[in-house]
Nanobody, 124 residues
Framework: QEHLSESGGGSLQSGGSLQLSCSSTMYTYSRDCMGWFVQAQGQEREAVATTSGDGRPRYNDFVNGRFTLSRDDDFRTTIKLRMGSLRPDDTAMYYC?????????????????WGHGTQVTVSS
């Protein structure tokens, strides 16, 4: 059974940077999508950035150029989210997901596996 393992969350001050990493226990094929999703307290989970097995990343509008999603191309098992210029409103749980789809959009998938999440807390 496939699992996703996340790391890299933490607490920091506004304007700082963090890198989140998500590793899958199984190979990612070209039809597979992976991405990072964010859920603030009391809010719905929404996409931060997603990528297909062989495509370029997509970013939600609120990212506004502050984050970069990259992939371990050799084995396609790891994605990393480099987060910069963090703000207090970025404070949330960040979840990694993997799913199969003909198009890897920013819509929260219903057929995915999820990691347990990693907390990011940004103070002013």
């Amino acid at each position: 059974q496939e699992h996703l393992s996340e790391s890299g969350g933490g607490s920091l001050q506004s304007g700082g940077s963090l890198q989140l990493s998500c590793s899958s226990t199984m190979y990612t094929y070209s039809r597979d999508c992976m991405g990072w999703f964010v859920q603030a307290q009391g809010q719905e989970r929404e996409a931060v950035a997603t990528t297909s097995g062989d495509g370029r990343p997509r970013y939600n509008d609120f990212v506004n150029g502050r984050f970069t999603l990259s992939r371990d191309d050799d084995f396609r098992t790891t994605i990393k989210l480099r987060m910069g210029s963090l703000r207090p409103d970025d404070t949330a749980m960040y979840y990694c997901a993997k799913w199969t789809s003909s198009e890897c959009t920013l819509q929260t998938p219903t057929n995915s596996i999820w990691g347990h999440g990693t907390q990011v807390t940004v103070s002013s």
